[in-house]
């Protein structure tokens, strides 16, 4: 009998040994954007498994769905509660029971505080207290990553896995809520020559995060010595202040007196970390920005809706700096808490560097609050 051999395709040979499948970074990015287009996500872990959707995103059509899969709970964080008088027996969150005849109109009135003094009356809310809540402080967190409205609906599960695989949605399992507040990797991804007004010699330098977050960038103006302390700002994206000129606040004015003060001392770098609004996204800001029309300060709006005072995370600028070969700064900032973020990670603070622009009629009110609550030195 002739032996007859089977020519195996070198791409087949090799699959075993592929890494295709998604890493846990790369899940966590998958179920990020699946909350913005309103999908549920599974969440499993510590023995119980939970469909997780943002309220914000969800439809009517899927929390019908939802209610036919058992009771729900709306994930609130202990900001947002402490609005509402709902008790926050997890300390951080507050497990709220969703009523059996809660609509999206329900939902979205308490999630969101647009309509607060309007209908100040939600309730009554009855808070969970038995059982975990790590699910729900995940959620959260995904949400909060997500620049969504930190509010969630979630729904038990007896097989996460099982469940997951029959309705194509993403699993995270086992996911502590610290892996989403770690720092993601940046690597350079290209930079050029960009003359300003600031200096002809300048250039940009963008970073991209493993984890598929918001690219952030780099402004070098001149040529700074890596090894002198160099003139440095932190500032975060601004698409009112920097872009359209408001009046609201000093970002713009801050932004273009930073670059003149590099160019004039013929050297630094200006870092634009893509972190909105304190953090919360740029929709976020604008739900804030409606809050203080309604007689609220910045730091109020931003506990009304769910969110602590500043989001931000410095440690990205302290990250893409020392990417870029700084190890001293001499900080354009009226924020101590940038120079401890930046000390914290390593880098020697050598000089604040006050920057004292902008003041208007109508962002008066804005500066004093920074100052008052947020310790701005101004």
Not at 20 to 49: I, M, N, Y
Not at 64 to 75: I, S, Y
Not at 121 to 142: F, Q
């Amino acid at each position: 009998m002739r032996r007859q051999y089977v020519s195996i395709p070198k791409s087949a040979a090799y699959v075993g040994a592929m890494t295709l499948r998604p890493t846990q970074t790369e899940t966590l990015a998958r179920a990020r954007s699946d909350l913005r287009l309103g999908l549920p996500v599974v969440l499993a872990g510590g023995g119980q498994a939970a469909l997780a959707v943002a309220v914000e995103t969800l439809t009517a059509d899927r929390l019908t769905d939802l209610r036919r899969l058992g009771p729900m709970d709306l994930a609130l964080t202990a900001r947002r509660a402490e609005t509402l008088k709902a008790r926050a027996y997890d300390g951080d969150l507050a497990r709220i029971v969703v009523p059996d005849e809660a609509d999206m109109r329900w939902l979205l009135a308490v999630a969101d505080p647009a309509d607060d003094l309007r209908v100040p009356m939600k309730g009554p809310l009855h808070s969970r207290r038995e059982g975990d809540a790590v699910l729900h402080r995940l959620a959260l967190s995904l949400a909060k990553s997500a620049q969504l409205l930190p509010a969630a609906v979630l729904v038990p599960v007896a097989d996460g896995m099982a469940f997951a695989a029959t309705h194509a949605l993403t699993l995270l399992a086992e996911v502590e809520t610290t892996e989403l507040d770690r720092l993601a990797p940046f690597a350079p991804v290209i930079s050029a020559r960009l003359p300003m007004m600031a200096s002809n010699a300048g250039r940009v330098h963008v970073f991209r995060p493993d984890d598929g977050g918001a690219e952030h960038y780099a402004i070098e103006v001149g040529r700074p010595d890596r090894d002198a302390p160099v003139l440095a700002r932190l500032h975060s994206a601004c698409f009112t202040g920097d872009v359209l000129g408001s009046l609201k606040c000093d970002c713009g004015p801050q932004l273009r007196a930073a670059l003149a003060q590099m160019g004039a001392e013929g050297a630094g770098v200006l870092l634009y970390l893509n972190q909105e609004g304190r953090g919360i996204g740029l929709a976020n800001k604008m739900r804030a920005y409606s809050l203080q029309d309604q007689g609220f300060d910045t730091v109020e709006a931003n506990h009304r809706l769910g969110f602590e005072d500043d989001e931000r995370d410095f440690r990205i600028g302290a990250e893409i700096l020392q990417r870029m070969g700084f190890s001293k700064v001499r900080l354009l900032t009226n924020n101590p808490r940038k120079l401890d973020m930046l000390a914290a990670c390593g880098l020697d603070v050598i000089e604040r560097v006050p920057l004292k622009v902008g003041e208007t009629l109508e962002n008066a009110a804005y500066l004093a609050t920074k100052a008052a609550k947020s310790g701005h030195l101004l």
